[in-house]
């Protein structure tokens, strides 16, 4: 019913930046939290950084001062500015909306399919 379509991942050398970007599509009444989770190689997933509709953000503390969250909601869209990039943040990134497909209806958790992050030089 929602789709979540995340871009803008890639390679990039230590201390680069890259900006992350994912919309979401569909059966739509109003977004709430809008999410980034990331998930390294043999590593459990993790909350990156979170957006609530009022926009208001929170930052898991190994990225803090480093990433910025931001959406644009008449666009459905959810951005992760990340600057300073280290090694360790290299991880598929998803993200995660909590949407309301209708008005009325309890709001659902969806998820795009994630993009690779690879910071290497």
């Known amino acids: 019913q929602v789709q979540l379509v995340e871009s803008g991942g890639g390679l990039v050398q230590p201390g680069g930046s890259l900006r992350l970007s994912c919309t979401a599509s569909?059966?739509?009444?109003?977004?709430?939290?809008m999410s980034w989770y990331r998930q390294a190689p043999g590593k459990q997933h993790d909350l990156v950084a979170t957006?609530?509709?009022?926009?208001?953000?929170t930052y898991a503390d190994s990225v803090k001062g480093r990433f910025t969250i931001s959406r644009d909601t008449a666009k459905n869209t959810v951005f992760l500015q990340m600057n300073s990039l280290k090694p360790e943040d290299t991880a598929v990134y998803y993200c995660s909306a909590e949407v309301q497909n209708f008005k009325g209806t309890i709001p659902y958790d969806y998820w795009g399919q994630g993009t690779q992050v690879t910071v290497s030089s």
């Open positions: 569909g059966s739509i009444f109003s977004i709430y939290a």
């Open positions: 957006i609530t509709d009022g926009g208001t953000p």
